[in-house]
């Protein structure tokens, strides 16, 4: 995981966005506005109610990875 980028940067890299907050760059990719990361995440994926860790594997097309290892082979990353 050390090679991994952390949420704020794999956020950006998903939304296409730079220096956004966390929650900012989560609602800018998911197309939502004022969401947690869970629920912009969710709405993304077309999906309600998956914990944080499903969402991302959901969005990423991978199984059993931690949220932000999903995301960042989602983002090349």
Do not use: F
Not at 29 to 41: D, E, H, I, Q, R
């Amino acid at each position: 995981m050390s090679d991994s980028a952390g949420w704020l940067k794999v956020l950006n890299v998903l939304a296409g966005t730079t220096n956004l907050g966390e929650l900012a760059a989560a609602n800018a990719y998911a197309g939502t506005k004022n969401l947690g990361m869970p629920a912009a995440l969710n709405a993304k994926a077309g999906t309600t109610g998956l914990g944080l860790n499903a969402v991302c594997n959901v969005i990423a097309g991978t199984k059993g990875l931690e949220a932000l290892d999903a995301l960042n082979r989602k983002a090349g990353l």
